[in-house]
């Protein structure tokens, strides 16, 4: 993939002394009291204690138990290891350039392929270094290394002789091989090597005419490409396509004309790029971009952010694996705050191709505020799972006192979501060497500030090391790797979150809670863990639909001691002030502060997730009332359908007065089902009057509450400027219709719902038949008829049936006859008599408002029923022609898949079904499949079969019945074995 370009090597070449802005960084000579104020003398790392500090005292950051979480890295038997001479330049304090021949480089930046732990990358101030992780991650050898001064790399023209003064560099893997870009600074231009493991390193290409600034290199569908920050521009490289020595320019990212900062990050195929254009004195207020760039055509790169228009620097895009919001923004503003940002959404570029304003930050940093010519952010990963972001620096290196460098764990930022985490006015961050101690720093230095785990190793305090100035820094592995500028140093953590752990278990009644019930949790500590009681910290994370406010207890990531308990919390959600907890999840975590920090970082959380719901009942839908118009005497059928919390109460009103045994309740307290409230009301009762009263107009509808003595008048409107009644009068066809309200109330104790419609009730007249004296009947064959007798404003039918057999009284309308009397609501009646021939009937309609004021009669005539029987149960012939073999009334062969017409002949046609079992295995019982005639000629009917597709023959008996009003005959098949083959496919008769 990559040309493999052989470079000349030149001789050594002596040093130059060559004013530069290097120069500019060197610190003045000094003299006496080298070993105490930091100056001449040779690196080592944070010891645990100092002479200064008092028992039980250490600078390395302890957890809760006392482990050690951060320390410098160390041997088999725990003792740090000494940094060696060739990562150790602390003790040069001379004017002279540094040099690999006099073992004095300068550690510029660190670099690791992304899920490689075996190499580490370095840039140092005269060329590039590649150490080997893999036997020793916290001793490493230097596998390969490349130096301007030794003649490894091309002229740079703008700088004569002197090739020195990398600044930063990239690295990414391209097959087996690795390929790195070094970024070079006043005029040196920038490079591209290959490194082919263990420790082959040969240069690729080489521009010497732009100022880099920085440089980042991605794989891209399977192709290497390199974006590298100039004084002209973010350029993109093609390095597979650069042949030798050459780097092919693929063009230009937008509209940035300088860049001092970049970064790369890839997301589901695509490619973005953070820019910062900060300035080298502080003084121009510069934005921070965002691009999606194609970098096979970054020309058409499209710009998705503008702003923060301040002096912003140590841009890096991010993902956090795994999180709730998974892409994050951070840059340092104005010199003195590190802000995160959620850019997620920005990302997914929602909208018309930007993203607007990316809102308040999630996470806030403030740093020490002093003069830094510039400023990184770092992110890596370390082998516990936790994201980390660095903080350095460039600066005169003649720092004193307490932490100017930062090491930010940024984890939590993947367990709180956007919403959450701007509610909380930000995520707090555990700075990981916060956990030491400090100890005074007094004379012979001049600072008096106290000294910590970072502060220790600055130049001006009592114990600091020489020309140290905090630049790179990045996990691999469980180790931390420093560019310290006189140094490269290694920081291992020791106690990760693995050695401690805290489980949630949820004792509340179910996975599913209402909001007025309480959910109890318990948290139990593992591992290493020793929690104090009254170090509990609990968050519960919400979520609902859109627009949701919710309210609970505690509030979300509150480790206040009113929401602290030993091991247990109990969870409740409680309506008011218009917010609602319910139709959503929780998700409850548990740690002990003793164990890890806030949010949990340095221990194992666990959460256990619930649904939260309204404690409502609600009427679902609308009521039905079955329509909106009745009369008089009509029942209503009122219906409606219930859900939510139980128990619950539930009562029907007309008019706001309860019904009469409409009520009821349902007990159950766990998530109803629809649950079904229904109720008939005989409107019966109801009667309708007109009023003249002063105060009312004429029409006004009152009705009455009792239908016994003098009526008391409840008022349909709501009408208090009445005096007395004139007159009250009540007769049909002198009553308006009424409206009336139905309303069915229902409630939990909690949460009540109601739902009305209105009904009208219409005055009911005098019954009458539709069609007078001459209710519907006919003679039938059989014992039962059925008799109608359709009618108006009628309630009720009374029917008196002659019946000798079964009657046991006198009929009103012949004395010498025996009737059976009867009762119903509705027009029709079904009789059956046990003999046959003439019965007369009598029936009289009525209402509620009228008695039996119409009367009709009519007679029936009833036929004995007559049992049928089969006379012939066949094939059509010619269908047994087309399809099958033999004679019509012996066996056949029939072919399978076929339409075959069977005919049944009948002696009589009193028929009510049939029945048929065509695939009935032998001549024992049958299983009958009804089926309707296909035709009628007289007493045949005709029925068409298929017999299905099969792999081998079958023997069938096929069978068929027949059922009339008062028996059933059975005939199996009319042939002389009651037989069929059924041939299988493709098979023909023989």
């Known amino acids: 993939m990559i040309d493999r370009h052989s470079f000349r090597r030149r001789s050594p070449r002596a040093a130059v002394l060559a004013m530069s802005s290097f120069f500019l960084l060197l610190p003045p000579t000094v003299f006496g009291g080298e070993e105490e104020c930091g100056v001449g003398r040779l690196g080592r790392p ?28 160390s041997n088999g038997s725990g003792e740090p290891y000494s940094i060696p001479g060739n990562r150790d330049s602390t003790s040069y304090i001379t004017q002279t350039i540094p040099g ?53 790399f091309d002229e740079f023209p703008a700088a004569g002789e002197v090739d020195t003064y990398v600044e930063a560099l990239g690295v990414v893997q391209s097959g087996g091989d690795y390929l790195i870009g070094l970024a070079g600074r006043s005029g040196h231009g920038f490079s591209f090597w290959e490194f082919t493991p263990p420790s082959t390193l040969t240069q690729h290409c080489q521009v010497s005419t732009h100022v880099a600034r920085q440089v980042e290199l991605i794989e891209h569908n399977n192709r290497a490409y390199a974006f590298v920050s100039t004084s002209d521009g973010l350029f993109v490289y093609d390095l597979d396509s650069s042949q030798g020595g050459t780097c092919v320019l693929e063009g230009t990212v937008g509209t940035m004309s300088d860049g001092n900062y970049v970064s790369v990050l890839q997301k589901d195929g695509d490619v973005f790029v953070a820019a910062a254009d900060g300035s080298l004195l502080g003084s121009d207020p510069l934005a921070v971009e965002i691009w999606e760039v194609d970098p096979e055509n970054p020309g058409s790169a499209r710009q998705l952010f503008d702003g923060f228009n301040t002096n912003s620097r140590g841009v890096a895009l991010f993902e956090i694996p795994g999180a709730v919001s998974r892409y994050f923004l951070g840059f340092i503003e104005s010199s003195n705050t590190i802000k995160f940002y959620d850019v997620e959404a920005c990302l997914e570029h929602v909208g018309p191709g930007t993203c607007g304003s990316l809102g308040s930050p999630v996470a806030t940093q403030s740093v020490q505020s002093i003069g830094k010519l510039y400023e990184f952010l770092d992110v890596s990963s370390s082998s516990d799972g936790r994201t980390w972001g660095y903080y350095g620096f460039m600066t005169s290196p ?47 230095c001049s600072n008096t500030a106290p000294i910590d785990y970072w502060g220790d190793y600055y130049p001006l305090s009592r114990h600091g090391l020489n020309f140290l100035t905090p630049r790179h820094g990045i996990f691999i592995g469980s180790y931390f790797y420093r560019a310290a500028y006189s140094m490269l140093d290694i920081h291992e953590i020791t106690n990760t979150p693995a050695v401690s752990s805290v489980t949630t278990s949820f004792n509340g009644p179910g996975s599913t809670i209402w909001m007025d019930e309480t959910a109890s949790y318990t948290a139990t500590p593992g591992g290493s863990c020793s929690p104090v009681a ?10 609902g639909g859109a627009g949701d406010v919710w309210s609970h207890s505690p509030d979300l990531g509150d480790c206040s ?10 969870y409740s959600c409680s309506p008011g002030g218009g917010a609602r907890c319910g139709n959503g999840t929780a998700m409850v975590t548990a740690w ?89 009301w005989d409107t019966s009762g109801v009667q309708l009057v007109n009023i003249f009263a002063d105060g009312f107009e004429t029409g006004d509808a009152v009705r009455w509450s009792s239908s016994v003595g003098l009526p008391t008048l409840k008022m349909a409107g709501n009408h208090s400027n009445h005096r007395a009644f004139r007159a009250l009068s009540f007769g049909k066809g002198e009553s308006p219709s009424l409206d009336l309200d139905v309303e069915l109330v229902v409630s939990n104790g909690s949460v009540l719902d109601s739902e009305m419609v209105t009904i009208t009730i219409e005055e009911i007249g005098q019954p009458s038949f539709v069609t007078p004296g001459d209710p519907t009947s006919a003679s039938v064959i059989g014992n039962s008829a059925t008799i109608m007798a359709p009618a108006n404003d009628t309630s009720a039918w009374s029917w008196e049936i002659e019946d000798p057999d079964l009657g046991d009284a006198p ?56 049992d049928p029987v089969i006379t012939t149960f066949r094939f059509n012939p010619a269908t047994a022609t087309e399809f099958c073999c033999g004679s019509p009334f012996a066996g056949f062969e029939c072919q399978s898949g076929v ?42 009917y005709s029925f068409t079969h298929t017999f299905s597709n099969s792999g081998s023959e079958r023997t069938v008996y096929p069978v068929v019945q027949v059922t009339s009003g008062l028996s059933n005959d059975t005939d199996d098949f009319y042939t002389s074995d009651g037989a069929i083959t059924i041939l299988a496919n493709g098979q023909t008769c023989n």
């Not at 250490?58 to 320390?71: E, S």
């Not at 009254?534 to 979520?543: F, H, M, S, Y």
């Open 534 to 543: 009254g170090d509990w910290c609990w968050v519960v994370e919400t979520a």
């Open 398 to 444: 003649g720092l004193f006192g307490s932490k100017f460098e930062y090491l930010l764990d940024l984890t939590p930022l993947a367990s709180t979501s956007l919403q959450e985490a701007q509610s909380m006015g930000g995520v707090t961050l555990d700075e990981i060497t916060d956990g030491g101690d400090t100890y005074p720093n007094s004379s012979p």
């Open 899 to 940: 339409a075959i017409e069977f005919q049944v002949s009948m002696l009589e046609e009193a028929v009510y079904g049939f029945g048929f079992d065509w695939e009935r295995t032998s001549q024992g019982s049958a299983t009958y499949q009804s089926q309707s005639p296909d035709g009628n000629t007289l007493a045949t």
């Open 811 to 866: 009929c009103s309308f012949d004395g010498a006859a025996s009737c059976v009397t009867t009762e119903t609501f509705t027009d029709t009646l079904v009789y059956a008599w046990v003999t046959d021939g003439d019965h007369r009937y009598k029936v009289s309609i009525s209402n509620c408002q009228f008695g039996g004021s119409e009367m009709a009669t009519g007679s029936v005539t009833v036929s004995a029923a007559v």
């Open 592 to 680: 002990n502060t003793n164990c890890g920090s806030f949010p949990p970082t340095n221990t194992q959380s666990n959460s256990v997730t619930i649904t939260i719901k309204d404690p409502t009942v609600e009427i679902e839908g609308s009521l039905d009332t079955g329509g909106t118009l009745y009369q008089q005497c009509q029942v209503v059928s009122m219906d409606a359908s219930v859900g939510g919390r139980g128990p619950i109460t539930w009562e029907w009103l007309v008019d706001g007065e309860p019904l009469d045994g409409c009520s009821g309740s349902v007990s159950t307290t766990t998530d109803l089902a629809p649950t079904d409230l229904s109720c008939l």
């Open 100 to 152: 690999n021949q006099s073992g004095h480089e300068l550690f510029m930046d660190v670099a690791q392929v992304e899920g490689n732990d075996d190499w580490l990358f370095v840039a140092y101030n005269a060329g590039l270094q590649v150490w080997d992780l893999r036997s020793d991650p916290a001793n490493p050898s230097r596998a390969a290394f490349r130096d301007g001064w030794l003649g490894h």
């Open 46 to 73: 944070v010891p645990q204690t100092r002479a200064e500090m008092g028992p039980n005292e250490y600078l390395w950051p302890r957890n809760g138990a006392g482990a050690f979480t951060f320390r410098p890295a």
């Open 561 to 570: 001691a009113s929401y602290s308990n030993p091991e247990s919390f109990d």
